[in-house]
């Protein structure tokens, strides 16, 4: 068996609730896929959460999930002690 180690990449993420909070009343502080996958059914607002289309189906974000647009543009949810393991903050810049 081989060992691999995770290339390092730079992805967007934010929050589950600052998405539920802010949908509706302040779109425009949300990041712009974050608003095109609303616009495009990719994140369906539930009460208990958001559905997420995937490539792999329909995944829910809880309220304290991280939801993450991937190298290719794919949004997944990520759970906050995964998160946490998994990524580090990067300086802050406006994305494309």
Excluded: Q
């Excluded at 691999?4 to 589950?16: T, W």
């Amino acid at each position: 068996m081989s060992k691999f180690r995770k290339r390092p990449v730079v992805i967007e993420a934010i929050e589950c609730s600052e998405v539920r909070r802010n949908i509706h009343n302040e779109p425009t502080s949300l990041p712009r896929w974050i608003i095109d996958a609303y616009r495009e059914l990719t994140l369906v607002m539930l009460p208990d959460g958001i559905a997420i289309k995937t490539l792999e189906g329909d995944m829910l974000a809880s309220a304290d999930d991280w939801i993450i647009r991937g190298v290719n543009g794919e949004l997944y949810p990520c759970k906050p002690d995964i998160f946490e393991k998994t990524y580090e903050a990067v300086e802050s810049r406006e994305w494309d």
